[in-house]
């Protein structure tokens, strides 16, 4: 029987050295052998006749040896090979550097088969370094190859082969994972053949055909093992039963607005969860502006007339004093008390507030990353509350819940997530969505607008603070950098500003790299309006309320997802005045333009993340790293969008059906999901 948990040391060709780099890669068994999939392939199958090629590309030929090899030396023992060869189309010469073994390879008349990078000046065609075969084999030609990712100190072709040889052990042996049923009904390839298909593909359909088997595998684990992993949950796991004579709708009627229809049916959402005996999981989502911490403020409210204790976790110092300001003004006058702890406290004031906690003489706790910490003691936390979640890793979360005795939990986030995502990232949690703006918002103006207009934009910056208000100067990046030429760094364009366009003003800069207090410093200048114009990074994409900036102007707008443009639109747009979002963008492909047209057209986050989704964006609209799940293997949620959908429906089924993966047919999903558990439990 094969053993897919044997140590890598015994495949053929891995010697002790290559065991270490190995490691490095991850690849520790057979098994993580075989499911190291290549990233990229280069097609090597299909010989190009010489007068086709282009310069620039990687080619093969299919020619014959034109002359003798030619030799030249050079100092320090440098040696240039060069040889002519020819098809019915043409010369072509071939030169090799320090490659001395290969002088007396080739034969005159014989035909050969080479694969290299080709390079045409003036007319004359070459091919540099090319591999090779002789007429008939195929070890290096001939054949589609793979191309792995990062290797570190192990050639491409050491890995190769060492998978080869892995393989050559494996296949035929492999045992299927997926259960018959769905193979059939999905159209997936069998296990051992897609092993093979996935590293060495006969052809391009072959390959789709295996890729589309893994993907599916990688993504229904994932998917069943979130649902279950909530299932278990929600069934196993008893929480805290809120007082149903408490009264959301007290402190409702206190409001100096009325709720729209979406936070109130989202606050029935939590109203019920909060009254079950189970505890709850959800996810708020909804736009920046669209009034999530007035849910949280009501929902703490119930756990504190239920005699219970919520913390609030937000991600930075000036958030959390925003939300301190908040909850106070509002649920002051019910007698409830609210506090605020933060990292740089005085050490007398934060014992004080601690030993309150612990008396339950506080019942909202409002704070930071200081929340963590291990003396932080509450009496009795019923309620968790975390605001924009991609900033806390799921640890975190779990940090602040074990300070409870399975406290209700709401994770609030503005990242607008289409559906089929939502499904796959947040899968262990139910979602609540605020699909509506309060009223009488006025609409941001958004405009895309090329380099050419700088000047004009500078002046409309200026026109606006002589009138009182604030800027926003968005760049991607924080320091001048060699990478991106044509890109304005955060430092470089705050001096020019402060030194030449804008002397008269106050500028400043403000970047992830700077200290947490230099940051909030800053932002309590720009907020009391002592600053005119802030130049960042999107260090300040987090929720900060400055309701006299109305300008955000986003330098190299190509280069930022589109949810994330959105998200950065959000800061203004938040006070009395008619708001202005300024997208300076470069370079003018179809894509870029499309982008950019979609910003101007909709303010609705949720159809912003959905065309960003489908123009498959730069990748910046989320990282599933920052998520705290899993990274995948093969997948790529941006472009196995219909995979996904495929997916999500046969889970549903499955979990309508047979939700503990009990039945015969489904013991092998079972078997996948309890790995996959092995995994997440790990992390
Ligand atoms: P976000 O969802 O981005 O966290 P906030 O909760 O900060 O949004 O709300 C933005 C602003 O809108 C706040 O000043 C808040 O008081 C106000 N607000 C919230 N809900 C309503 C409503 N239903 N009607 C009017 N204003 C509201
Ligand atoms: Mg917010």
């Not at 709708?249 to 959402?269: H, W």
């Not at 669209?290 to 219970?308: D, E, L, M, P």
């Not at 986030?413 to 703006?437: H, K, Q, V």
């Not at 020019?496 to 909030?520: R, T």
Request: aromatic share 8%; proline share 3%.
């Amino acid at each position: 029987m094969l053993d897919l948990k044997q140590d890598v040391q015994y495949v053929k060709g891995v010697g002790p050295n290559n065991v270490v780099l190995l490691q490095k890669l991850g690849i520790n068994t057979l098994e993580d052998l075989i499911t190291f999939f290549p990233r990229n392939y280069e097609d090597r199958s299909k010989p190009k006749k010489i007068n086709e090629l282009v310069d620039g590309e990687e080619a093969l030929i299919d020619v014959i040896c034109a002359s003798n090899m030619n030799e030249t030396r050079f100092a320090r023992n440098k040696v240039m090979l060069k040889m002519l060869v020819r098809d019915d189309t043409g010369d072509c010469v071939l030169t090799w550097f320090n490659q001395t073994y290969l002088k007396n390879k080739f034969k005159v008349g014989e035909r050969y088969q080479f694969y290299g990078k080709v390079n045409i000046k003036y007319g004359r065609i070459e091919m540099t370094r090319p591999v090779f075969d002789k007429e008939g084999l195929s070890k290096n030609t001939g054949k589609i190859i793979p191309i792995y990712p990062l290797t570190f100190n192990l050639s491409q072709n050491k890995l190769r082969n060492i998978i080869e040889n892995g393989l050559k052990v494996a296949l035929g042996k492999l045992e299927e994972t997926i259960p018959e049923y769905i193979l059939k009904e999905y159209n997936l390839e069998e296990i051992n053949k897609a092993t093979k298909q996935i590293h060495f593909p006969d052809d391009f359909t072959e390959y789709s055909k295996a890729r589309r088997r893994f993907v599916f595998e990688e993504l229904l684990t994932v998917q069943l093992a979130l649902s279950s992993l909530k299932s278990r949950y929600d069934k196993e796991v008893d929480g805290i039963e809120f007082d149903k004579n408490v009264k959301m709708s007290d402190v409702i009627n206190s409001l100096p607005f009325k709720l729209t229809k979406a936070q109130l049916r989202v606050l029935e959402e939590i109203d019920r969860d909060m009254e079950s005996n189970k505890p709850m999981n959800r996810l708020l989502q909804g736009d920046v502006g669209s009034g999530k911490t007035i849910v949280s403020i009501i929902s703490s409210y119930k756990a504190a007339k239920c005699g219970y204790q919520t913390a609030i976790m937000a991600p930075t110092a000036i958030l959390a004093e925003q939300h301190i300001n908040n909850f106070t003004k509002t649920l002051e006058k019910f007698g409830i008390r609210c506090e605020l702890l933060l990292g740089g406290m005085r050490a007398k004031k934060r014992a004080e507030v601690l030993e309150k906690l612990k008396n339950g003489e506080i019942d909202i706790l409002v704070g930071t990353h200081a929340l963590l910490v291990e003396d932080v003691e509450f009496k009795n936390l019923g309620l968790v509350v975390t605001d924009e979640q991609h900033r806390f890793g799921v640890r975190q979360r779990a940090s602040i819940v074990g300070k409870g005795a399975n406290p209700d939990v709401l994770v609030m986030t503005a990242t607008p997530i289409p559906r089929t995502l939502a499904l796959i990232l947040y899968g262990d949690l139910d979602i609540s969505i605020i699909d509506e703006l309060p009223p009488n918002r006025k609409k941001i103006e958004t405009y895309p607008v090329t380099k050419n207009y700088e000047r004009r934009v500078e002046e409309f910056i200026r026109a606006n603070v002589q009138k009182g208000r604030q800027a926003y100067v968005v760049c991607p990046l924080v320091e001048e950098s060699e990478e991106y030429e044509n890109c304005k760094s955060a430092t470089e364009l705050a001096e020019e500003y402060q030194n030449k366009i804008f002397p008269e003003l106050n500028v400043a800069c403000l970047h992830g790299k700077m200290k947490q207090k230099d940051k909030d410093e800053i932002m309590e200048k720009f907020k009391d309006g002592e600053i005119q114009i802030l130049v960042s990074t999107t260090v300040i994409e987090v929720g900060v309320d400055v309701p006299n900036a109305n300008i955000m102007v986003v330098q190299n707008a190509e280069r930022f997802g589109l949810a994330q443009l959105h998200q950065l639109r959000g800061r203004v747009g938040r006070g009395e005045y008619q708001s202005y979002c300024i997208l300076i963008y470069e370079g003018n492909s179809k894509t870029t333009r499309e982008r950019m047209k979609t910003m101007k057209e909709t303010d609705n986050g949720f159809i912003v993340a959905e065309k960003d989704l489908e123009l498959r964006g730069s990748g910046e609209f989320f990282g599933t790293r920052q998520h705290g799940l899993p990274e995948f293997k093969i997948a790529n949620l941006f472009e196995d969008v219909a995979i996904l959908k495929e997916v999500q429906d046969l889970a549903q089924k499955i979990e309508e059906e047979d939700p503990r993966l009990e039945k015969v047919e489904n013991r092998k999903l079972h078997k996948l999901v309890e790995e996959k558990f092995e995994d997440r439990i790990s992390i």
